[in-house]
Structure formats: structure tokens, C-alpha cells
């Protein structure tokens, strides 16, 4: 049973930086990895993917300023958030999946997941 825990979230000002993290466990095998983001009461978007062979994918929204990378023997995700906007203000959940053969579309895709943490919130003034 994979298990996600986030961390990293809080408050900041436009323009500045945060770095979440994700620590898993449960599993052995290399995972994909993903972050995703959600405002109440609307579908969470996927925001920036790291497949098992560390091909790396972003939403257009955050490409240029979000950056995913992993320790994988840490079993460690990480996503660097510079640059950032009011916009950016939401839940921040990692989450981890083994498909393969996923388009870049599909790895920033919920379907391409079944573990999911419980989320960090980011909220950006």
C-alpha cells in the first residue's frame, strides 16, 4: 500500500518561492510521479508529472517556473515553485502510479495514478 505524505505548503507573496515535498513509501518498485493542484469544489489539474524513467512534464500554466525532480533512493518528490502568482493559490497533492505507455497529456491526467496524498496548501497574495 503506496502512502504520499506532502509537505512544504504555506503562505506566501506573489513572485516568491516555495518547494514542496512528497515522501512515499510502501512500494519498491519505481513509480510515476505526479503533482496536482485543486480549488474547492472544482477537478484537480495536474501540474507536473515525473515518469519512471525521469522524462519530466508541466501544465502550460507553470512551465518556465515550476520544476519536479525526485531522490529516488530517498524516495523523494520534489516540486520547485518559483515565480509565483496568486493563481498558484491551492491544495497541492502528490501522487504516484505505475502505467506505462502514457502520452505527456495522460502523465498530467488523474487516471494515470491510484495513490494520492493528503495535499499542502499554497496560498500566494
Known amino acids: 500500500h503506496v502512502q504520499l505524505v506532502e509537505s512544504g505548503g504555506g503562505s506566501v507573496q506573489a513572485g516568491e518561492s516555495l518547494t514542496l515535498s512528497c515522501v512515499a513509501s510502501?512500494?519498491?518498485?519505481?513509480?510515476?510521479m505526479g503533482w496536482f493542484r485543486r480549488l474547492p469544489g472544482q477537478e484537480r489539474e495536474g501540474v507536473a508529472a515525473i515518469a519512471k524513467d525521469g522524462k519530466t512534464d508541466y501544465a502550460d500554466s507553470v512551465k518556465g517556473r515550476f520544476s519536479i525532480s525526485q531522490d529516488k533512493f530517498k524516495k523523494l518528490v520534489y516540486l520547485q515553485m518559483n515565480s509565483l502568482k496568486p493563481e498558484d493559490t491551492a491544495m497541492y497533492h502528490c501522487?504516484?502510479?505505475?502505467?506505462?505507455?502514457?502520452?505527456?497529456?495522460?502523465?498530467?491526467?488523474?487516471?494515470?495514478?491510484?495513490?494520492w496524498g493528503q495535499g499542502t496548501q499554497v496560498t500566494v497574495s
Open positions: 501522487a504516484a502510479g505505475r502505467r506505462t505507455g502514457l502520452t505527456a497529456s495522460q502523465r498530467l491526467g488523474v487516471m494515470a495514478y491510484n495513490s
Open positions: 510502501g512500494y519498491t518498485l519505481p513509480m510515476n
